[in-house]
């Protein structure tokens, strides 16, 4: 008797299960009809480093996916993602629900990324890119001087002609860059501290599946297992490294004084909480999170970029030459390239930003619909995960002909002349829109300045008798890096 009262349940949960999803799925993008408890997780096994799209080319260039968490809509081409991010439409898809960033949330704190849609939000990334503009000048300086970008010649030097790792260096030397930043403190590329946020970088990494599968069964979450403690770690790093820091310069600060970005992002949250006439909208003990925004999002994606760099650099060694044949003529053999140089490289930039196109580093960050809206006519409910497919964006046969094919002369116009970072209609590497990424200038103030030392000072080569090194992702993962290569460095001058 109990059994047929648990199987007539069961039944007409599954009845009103599929009737509710068919009825809201119905004026949405098409997409594969999900599995009861499951949603279209199945389907996502089509392909384990880029099932997103795998299955545009069966469902389109918009389509729907339906979680136990919620529903996700994907755009996989540059207009889409313009029509959903930027223009009139713009302002309804900034939100970030709970469900959606879990349990980046709990890693994170109350902090910039996570936070859903809200006038918190507003005033912090009001007070963040104030902070960033005013310390501008003060990052450009600092990377052109003594810092973490020595250090790093210093440890190739180190090498010798033995093959080594260089991504490996290049993220512990950015780390230590931003802790620089940070703090005016210079740290060696093995320090304690530099270990400790790549480890909770790490931590992060491995949880792009996790959230959503913990969530369905939530209870789960709560036992011991590698999830838990993981987000248990993490957490121990973030509370023990970022707020004795803050302390430190909230009781030294002087208003007139900006030693670092710190002391900038002090400086900007005095000076934006006196226009908000006593609203309660933020506060300086916001600022720790938003600090460990800055290491997680600028140390993960730059190093990975410029790791993406040179191994693009050892496989077309032509452009490698052309970049440093570039160097000599504006920079010369006397000195170390500095941001003013920039202006004058343009072969330089225009590879950069092919290698942010092709490598597609963060290939997918969606956003939630705050009310009901459309997108391509069809009918996005208010809550829905919207998703550009950054990579799909970036390999679209219709915007880059031969998009597999490595060529910087897409971003040069017909004079050789690079045509900026946010010219092209289809290349968009810092997302769009308000919750775009706010911190890019100070992504490529670091990729252009460790770039161009690195080309300038160094010919980088695969060790003799090496395997050529794929440019192949094996898994899907927040941030895409190459698979490991070695590399050797020889002094040009």
Known sequence: ????????????????????????????????????????????????????????????????????????????????????????????????????????????????????????????RKAFISALHAFESSMKQGLSGDNALNILLEEIESKGKKPFSLGELIHGSIVAQLWKMMTTKTVSVNDPVVNSITEFGEIVGRQALNGTIYQTIPFVSHLPSQFSRDIKRAVQIRDTIIPPEFRAHLQTYQPDVIRDLTDSLISAFKKEILKENGQDVGSLEDIPAIMMDIFQAGSGTTSSALTWFTLYMVLHKKVQEKIQKELDIVVGKDRLPTLDDAKNMSYLQAALCEVLRIASVVPLIGTNAIRDTTIAGYHIPKGTLVAPNLMRVHHDEREWPEHDVFKPERFLDSEEKFVGWTKLHGFMPFSAGRRECTGQSLARIMMITFASTLLHRYEIVLPDGAKKPTTKILAAAIILRPQDFKVVVKKRF
Do not use: H
Request: charge should be neutral.
């Open 1 to 124: 008797m109990i059994a047929e009262i648990a199987l007539s349940l069961l039944l007409v949960w599954l009845t009103w299960s599929v009737v509710t999803t068919y009825t809201t799925r119905s004026k949405m993008p098409p997409g594969p009809f999900p599995y009861p408890f499951v949603g279209n997780f199945p389907q996502m096994l089509c392909d384990s480093a880029d099932p997103f799209s795998k299955l545009a080319e069966k469902y389109g260039d918009i389509y729907t996916l339906s979680f136990p968490t919620g529903n996700t809509v994907v755009l996989n081409t540059a207009s889409l993602v313009r029509e959903a991010r930027l223009g009139k439409k713009g302002g309804d898809f900034v939100g970030k629900s709970p469900e959606s960033v879990y349990p980046f949330n709990e890693i994170f704190g109350d902090d910039f990324i996570t936070i859903d849609y809200s006038p918190k939000f507003v005033f912090r």
